[in-house]
């Protein structure tokens, strides 16, 4: 069964760090493109890191951009958004999502989602 379940959410105060973790299983793991998305009540989902056309960089959206930074570990097939200098405005519902399509992870229309984590930045 193919899975991606996010951990490492929860409360955090303003300026604090978080260190999200997405553990694939039943996948060829270093195939996938994976990337890293938000969501709030009431807004569409946005996507927060993705990699870049080339597959070589990453794009981070401009909110996280210095503050936030995705790393993957293929040998223990697991993705990372490390998360710094919180503010507020990240508490969402964080997904972490694959696809063998970089177009459609890019589109936010990956086939592979998991469950989501949730990130409570307060003051």
């Known amino acids: 069964q193919v899975r991606l379940v996010e951990s490492g959410g929860g409360p955090v105060q303003a300026g604090g760090s978080l260190r999200l973790s997405c553990a694939a299983s039943?996948?060829?793991?270093?195939?996938?493109?994976m990337g890293w998305f938000r969501q709030t009540p009431g807004k569409e989902r946005e996507f927060v890191v993705v990699?870049?056309?080339?597959?070589?960089?990453?794009d981070y959206t401009n909110a996280v951009k210095g503050r936030f930074t995705i790393a993957r570990d293929n040998a223990k097939n697991t993705v990372y958004l490390q998360m710094n200098s919180l503010k507020l405005e990240d508490t969402a519902v964080y997904y972490c999502?694959?696809?063998?399509?970089?177009?459609?992870?890019?589109?936010?229309?990956?086939?592979?989602w998991g469950q989501g984590t949730q990130v409570t930045v307060s003051s």
């Open positions: 039943g996948l060829t793991f270093s195939s996938y493109h």
């Open positions: 990699p870049t056309w080339s597959g070589a960089n990453t």
């Open positions: 999502a694959a696809d063998l399509s970089l177009r459609n992870l890019r589109s936010g229309a990956a086939r592979l």
